[in-house]
Every structure is written in structure tokens, then in C-alpha cells.
């Protein structure tokens, strides 16, 4: 089945820096990726959509110079959370679409982000 | 903005014996699905059901969908503890697939 890729599994980071996270769909093409965030004990809240040789298309209350999404492949898109903040400190999860709608979507293992 | 809401918010039962989680939606639909999250882990899909199915089955699970309550249910039957987990049900409503309005989630814990 499809399968979803995603680095770092965790990461800490000083107050102040930037954090890069990869999700790469290993073998199928996803013109599309999904941005999640979620925080402990709760729900996943989608953040953006990442398109493909486009720009990402954000959620309300979702800031986009914080949290930079590029998609310059069909297999790679990347969420960099800059000048990150002890707030951002949460659990980020990509999810690719195969664009078959009849299907589940495929997600990633996840991103444990600590900012201290 | 999270549209579904999933009662109960955690349940707690015996090995072998069924669970039933049940999980409310606002919107139009075009499907829904449900997903299982160990601690700390990624979503692992379950089932999906479309707006125009009612019931479904796969293996253990049955998954029903009432679209004139907007509601779903997720029945586990003979649960194992390996089915400890969280359980989210989401909405797929849009045009593009793939982006998914998750409900708040129900904490499930099988004790052997």
C-alpha cells in the first residue's frame, strides 16, 4: 500500500530557530499534501494544504511566515516552523493524497516538536 | 475549525467484549472515515464509508453512517487490548480529497 514518510520523528530546538520537517510519499505521486497539527490530548487541526509547484493554501489563524510549506516535487513536500517558540512545541502530521477519493489517506508517522 | 465530535471521550472495557464509539458532524459530507492513533504514534486508516453507504464492514469493525443525523458509529466486536488506542473519526467534505475535518477523538482502553 501507499506509504507516507515523514522526518524527523522528534525533534528539540532552541527558542529562536527553524525546524524542517519532510513528508515524502514513497510510491506514489501526491500532487497534494495535508499539514496537520496536534496538540497533546487533543484532535489533529488541519493547517495548510500543500500544492505541488504552487503556493500552500493556509487555515484560518494559521500563520504563513511562521510555518513555511514548500512542495517542489510530487513526492516532497517540507513544513519549516521558523523562529519557533515554546507554543509550538506539538505533534505535526502530514497526510498525502493519492487522489483516490474512494480510499483512505495515507499519513505519516508523525513529528514530535519540542521547543525549549 | 473541528466540526465532529465523538462521545464517549473515553471508554474503558474488558477484553472480548464490544465497543461502540459514536461521532457527530455539521456539514456535507462526501465521505467519513475513521482512524486509530497509538500514543505518540501516526493515524493508521480503518474504514471509510461514503454519504451514499449506510453500513459497512471490515473484519472486527462495523462502521454506520446516518446522514440525516449526520452521525457515524464505530462498533468493535471481541476487542483485544492490542485495540488500546485512540479512535478519530473524520470528514471528508470538500473537493479535495484528502483534507479531513477530525473529531475530537475517543480514548479507547481494552484491559486483558
Known amino acids: 500500500g501507499a506509504v507516507v514518510s515523514q522526518h524527523p520523528s522528534w525533534v528539540i530546538c532552541k527558542s529562536g530557530t527553524s525546524v524542517k520537517i519532510e513528508c515524502r510519499s514513497l510510491?506514489?505521486?501526491?500532487?497534494?499534501m495535508f499539514w496537520y497539527r496536534q496538540f497533546p490530548k487533543q484532535s489533529l487541526m488541519l493547517m495548510a494544504t500543500?500544492?505541488?509547484?504552487?503556493?500552500?493554501?493556509?487555515e484560518q489563524g494559521v500563520e504563513k511566515d511562521k510555518f513555511l510549506i514548500n512542495h517542489a516535487s510530487l513526492t516532497l513536500s517540507t513544513l519549516t516552523v521558523t523562529s519557533a517558540h515554546p507554543e509550538d512545541s506539538s505533534f505535526y502530521i502530514c497526510?498525502?493524497?493519492?487522489?483516490?477519493?474512494?480510499?483512505?489517506?495515507?499519513f505519516g508517522s508523525g513529528t514530535r516538536l519540542t521547543v525549549v | 475549525s473541528q466540526q465532529g465530535e465523538e462521545d464517549p471521550q473515553a471508554l474503558s472495557i474488558q477484553e472480548g467484549e464490544n465497543a461502540t464509539m459514536n461521532c457527530s458532524y455539521k456539514?456535507?459530507?462526501?465521505?467519513l472515515q475513521w482512524y486509530r492513533q497509538n500514543s505518540g504514534r501516526g493515524l493508521v486508516h480503518l474504514i471509510l464509508?461514503?454519504?451514499?453507504?449506510r453500513e459497512k464492514h471490515s473484519g472486527r469493525l462495523r462502521v454506520t453512517l446516518d446522514t440525516s443525523k449526520k452521525s457515524s458509529s464505530l462498533l468493535i466486536t471481541a476487542s483485544r487490548a492490542a485495540d488500546t488506542a485512540s479512535y478519530f473519526c473524520?470528514?471528508?467534505?470538500?473537493?479535495?480529497?484528502?483534507?479531513?475535518?477530525f473529531g475530537q477523538g475517543t480514548i479507547l482502553t481494552v484491559h486483558p
Open positions: 497526510s498525502a493524497n493519492e487522489g483516490l477519493g474512494a480510499f483512505g489517506y495515507t
Open positions: 510510491d506514489f505521486q501526491a500532487t497534494t
Open positions: 500543500s500544492n505541488e509547484g504552487s503556493k500552500a493554501t493556509y
Open positions: 456539514t456535507s459530507i462526501n465521505n
Open positions: 464509508i461514503r454519504s451514499n453507504e
Open positions: 473524520a470528514t471528508d467534505g470538500g473537493t479535495s480529497y484528502g483534507k479531513l475535518t
